[in-house]
């Protein structure tokens, strides 16, 4: 049956399997642990009812140590820690009861418990603290306590209460015993369970691990040996298919696909050897072409691609016998054309070459004339364009000479007011000292308050301490106001030293810049006469340049006119040369297409 699920199917069902088997033992393990805890809850319990029959013991014991305290000292002290250590005996109790309340036999003890103890300090120990405190600091107050009957008769009443703590905490621990087994066993339980379903999961698990990579190995290697059997060259292999999961669909599809492939290998076999024939004998036919016979015909037909390829040989065959025959026409023609053209070349190639000659003589008279005329010209223009630059500059430096007097005279101004402000900031300066001698002062006050401070603070001790702090601080802020203040000073002294420096220097500068402006306004009217002589030459340059443009020209033109006709002179020749190596080359081409030609056999 599970060789019919499929792989989804028999997935799911292992690992259902190990997932229920994991839940059962979670499920038990659970249970298991529930018990547990009820039973840890139950020693608690029990831990909690010992714990509150000693406290209940412990208070029963303080009241009795007070009380023989008090009995011997008489101190009202004493008394009030005895009545406050009675509180305590019944807060235990109550305690005690609640903790007891749902087992019956402990719950009557804790009855009798708080019915004896009340009558213990009711009958007892209420009358031994009233008559101690009545007694007082009578002398033998202790020993008439001591044969009192209720103090003869206190000694079986808390034998009895601690007898029956004694009982309560036996029981306590008997139960404390069963609990402890009973956990033991539930632990020895659970061990087993565990270790038990842990070992039945793991051989379920290698079970199913066992079955599940049976039934999907088994295919997976039938099918791997069937596709290296047919890697290796046996197209007849085949898949067994012997399950009905995924893994025999894809047996039988790989069986289909096998069937496929062999089909479709011996159709194209088949197609290959038709193609192999089709191909020789294309083949056959364009050998005996490239030998030159052009006599083959081409018997291949179809509409296949082979078929359509030897319809376009057998057209390109035709085309081509018809071009060879108009070729051996033609290379007749052509030969008889190329002697007659290379006669005619060759006479104009000679006389081109004369006029050749004859325009290089002209023209390199012509060039030396128009080169003196150049550089006569050039030798005027630039004596013109040195009088334009030289006005033009005189112009200019005596422009630029009015605006440096003019800057001069700014500068002469600037020169007395930054005179003006250094005066100035030299008589702020002295005010500063005045301000700085002033803080000076109130920096040796404010020390002086601050030492006085501090003594009056160390007068007052304790009280005085963080006065004494601010003290110190203010002192130190003065301390730190007076060098600053030095620093101050001595930066303005500095300050005051360069302004006077400044001051002398700016005052030397302004008597040089006024010597400096004469000098200038004399450079001026030099340079005005200059300017005036220079200006009367130009008109007779410009004439005398005027006249060599014209020439220049003239001599330009004919050069000009002289080169051109010499380029088309050597143009001439070179064509002619071109021509008659074309020609030597085109008959050397007929030659060689009609012998190419002569070895094409083009009748059928």
């Not at 029956?164 to 609990?179: C, F, G, I, Y």
């Not at 422009?399 to 003019?406: F, G, K, Q, T, V």
């Not at 005066?423 to 803080?439: D, F, M, P």
């Not at 030492?451 to 301390?479: C, H, P, Q, S, Y």
């Amino acid at each position: 049956m599970i060789q019919n699920m499929s792989i989804k199917n028999k997935l799911y069902a292992g690992f259902g399997a190990i997932l229920a088997i994991i839940l059962i033992l979670l499920a038990i393990a659970y249970s298991n642990f529930a018990e547990l805890r009820e039973a840890n809850e139950w020693d608690r319990h029990t831990m909690k009812v010992v714990n509150a029959v000693d406290r209940v013991s412990l208070a029963v014991t303080e009241v009795q140590v007070e009380a023989r305290g008090y009995y011997l000292t008489g101190l009202p002290a004493r008394r009030a820690k005895v009545r406050e250590a009675v509180t305590h005996v019944p807060a235990a109790i109550t305690t005690l009861q609640k903790l007891v309340a749902d087992n019956p036999a402990q719950a009557a003890r804790a009855a009798r418990l708080e019915s004896m103890t009340l009558e213990w300090v009711r009958d007892v120990l209420e009358p031994q603290v009233a008559l101690r405190e009545r007694l007082g600091n009578t002398p033998g107050a202790a020993d008439e306590i001591g044969r009192m009957p209720q103090f003869q008769q206190a000694s079986p009443v808390i034998s009895g209460v601690h007898a029956l703590l004694d009982e309560a905490r036996k029981e306590e621990n008997a139960l404390l015993a069963q609990r402890s087994e009973a956990a033991a066993e539930l632990r020895r339980d659970m061990n087993f369970i565990l270790l038990a379903g842990g070992a039945a999961s793991v051989l379920l698990g290698m079970l199913i691990v066992w079955a599940l990579t049976r039934a999907i190995m088994g295919p997976l290697t039938n099918l791997t040996n069937v596709v290296g059997r047919i890697a290796g060259g046996d197209q007849g292999a085949r898949v067994e298919v012997v399950t009905r999961d995924e893994l025999g669909q894809v047996g039988q599809e790989f069986n289909r696909m096998a069937q496929s492939i062999q089909d479709n290998q011996q159709r194209e076999r088949a197609a290959t050897d038709e193609l192999r024939a089709k191909v020789d004998s294309l083949l056959t036919v364009v050998s005996r072409a490239a030998s030159g016979d052009l006599t083959g015909k081409v018997e291949v037909t179809g509409n296949d691609a082979i078929g359509q390829l030897g319809h376009g040989l057998a057209r390109m065959f035709d085309n081509l016998r018809l071009l060879l025959n108009n070729v051996q026409k033609a290379g007749i023609q052509v030969t008889t054309s190329a002697t007659e053209i290379a006669a005619s070349a060759k006479e104009q190639e000679a006389t081109g070459v004369e006029q050749a000659q004859t325009s290089v003589e002209v023209l390199s008279t012509t060039k030396e004339i128009s080169s003196n005329t150049s550089q006569l010209l050039k030798t005027m223009e630039d004596a013109t364009a040195v009088a334009d630059y030289t006005t033009s500059a005189t112009a200019e430096a005596q422009e630029n000479l009015r605006r440096m007097d003019a800057t001069m005279q700014n500068m002469v101004s600037a020169t007395d007011s930054i005179n003006a402000k250094l005066a100035a900031l030299s008589e702020k300066a002295s005010n500063i000292n005045s301000v700085l001698t002033t803080i000076t002062k109130v920096a040796d006050q404010t020390n002086i308050l601050s030492l006085n401070a501090a003594i009056e603070a160390e007068k007052a001790g304790e009280a005085g301490r963080g006065f004494a702090v601010v003290a110190t601080e203010i002192r130190r802020l003065a301390d730190q106001t007076s060098v600053s203040t030095w620093d101050i000073e001595q930066m303005l002294k500095e300050m005051q030293s360069a302004v006077s420096a400044s001051v002398m220097g700016m005052d030397k500068f302004s008597e040089e810049i006024r010597r400096n402006v004469g000098e200038v306004r004399a450079v001026t009217d030099h340079l005005s006469g200059m300017m005036d002589q220079v200006r009367k030459l130009a008109p007779q340059f410009d004439a005398v340049l005027q006249g060599m443009q014209a020439q220049a020209v003239g001599a330009q033109q004919i050069s000009e006119t002289m080169m051109q006709l010499n380029d088309a002179t050597q143009q001439t020749v070179e064509s002619l040369k071109a021509t008659s190596e074309a020609v030597h080359q085109l008959q050397y081409a007929a030659s060689d297409l009609q012998s190419s030609v002569a070895t094409f056999a083009v009748n059928v």
